[in-house]
């Protein structure tokens, strides 16, 4: 019994000394060894020998990248603070453990210091707008001076970003109220080119519209003066002369008029006068006015023509009462053919 508790005691002094002679480093790590209180040597990842009580770990330094998140507040140059959020990745050079290990009591402590000063150096030189556009610029800014500064302690900065912009609740929301009026203007000027094309589409749909109404009447009166062109030709052929062609034509058409508004039971129109002798009186009307506008026409360009050279207002005369005469020569002329008849 004694001989086991002997052997046991024994095996864990030997384990006690063999960990005392041995230690570890973890990979992507630099263990720093000190003999004697002076600086020894840099151990990296493995299983490692050191000399118990002589030699000493000092201290352990991650190789991996890190992030350190700096919160700046600060101003811009159109005196509006806010808050901006700096991250940078950094890593300790394989190189330069010993500079980072021994130059700096806190390498966090001395990144944010850096960082301060740059951002509070750059953002104070834009205004908002600019700070929001031009973000990369600061991130650069920050990059450059602490890779500089950084590099002589052993750090090695990889990247620097502006993860993030907080202006003052009160500014951010009337930036809100500026980017919802400018949208609303032109959400404005698009409804209004809208309602414009609306009004220029339905114009020209009706000018379109008017067009093909007129050409449609144009096209219909064209066809009815053929037709009676040609009724007055059959007419003649029979031995009926033009003008007793014509009021027989005006009969018929004022016949076929009145036959159409008695289809028509609810109809309130009343045509006046309504017996066949208006007829000839309308026709005869008709062929009083055609003849005097020829006329008209004819004294006008005979006038002009012998007139030419003298006095325009006595050309004026002279035509007015030209006209007036010749008119009053085919009225009577055709009311006496009229009385003959």
């Not at 700070?131 to 800014?141: N, P, Q, T, W």
């Amino acid at each position: 019994m004694i001989g086991i508790i002997f052997y046991l005691i024994l095996f864990f002094l030997v384990i006690s000394l063999f960990y005392s002679f041995v230690f570890i480093v973890n990979q992507e790590t630099a263990a720093i060894v000190e003999r004697m209180g002076k600086f020894h040597s840099v151990r990296n990842a493995g299983l490692n020998v050191k000399i118990p009580i002589i030699d000493n770990i000092v201290g352990r330094l991650i190789l991996k990248i890190q992030q350190l998140d700096v919160l700046v507040d600060t101003k811009t140059k159109d005196n509006v603070f806010v808050k901006v959020k700096i991250s940078v990745q950094f890593k300790v050079i394989r190189d330069k453990v010993y500079e980072a290990f021994y130059k700096l009591d806190n390498s966090h402590t001395q990144i944010t210091s850096y960082i301060f000063d740059v951002v509070r150096a750059e953002v104070p030189k834009m205004k908002l707008d600019d700070v929001f556009e031009r973000k990369d610029s600061i991130a650069l800014a920050v990059k450059g001076e602490l890779g500089e500064s950084m590099l002589n302690y052993g750090y090695s900065i990889i990247k620097a970003l502006v993860t993030d912009l907080d202006p003052d609740e009160q500014v951010r929301l009337a930036m809100n109220r500026i980017n919802t009026a400018e949208r609303e203007k032109v959400s404005a000027q698009y409804k209004a080119e809208a309602e414009r094309i609306k009004i220029v589409s339905k114009a020209r749909a009706e000018a379109e519209s008017k067009k093909l109404q007129g050409k449609g009447t144009a096209d219909q009166r064209r066809e009815i003066a053929k037709g009676i062109l040609e009724s007055v030709e059959v007419l003649s052929n029979v031995g009926i002369n033009p003008q007793e062609a014509s009021a027989l034509l005006v009969v018929t058409q004022h016949y076929d008029t009145l036959q159409a508004m008695g289809k028509e039971g609810n109809s309130n129109l009343i045509l006046m006068p309504n017996h066949p002798a208006s007829a000839h009186e309308m026709l005869n009307n008709m062929i009083t006015s055609f003849n005097i506008s020829n006329k008209i026409n004819e004294t006008i360009k005979k006038n002009i023509k012998n007139n030419n050279n003298k006095n325009n207002d006595n050309n004026k005369n002279v035509v007015v009462k030209n006209i007036n005469d010749e008119k009053n020569n085919i009225i009577n002329n055709h009311h006496g053919n009229n009385r003959k008849n």
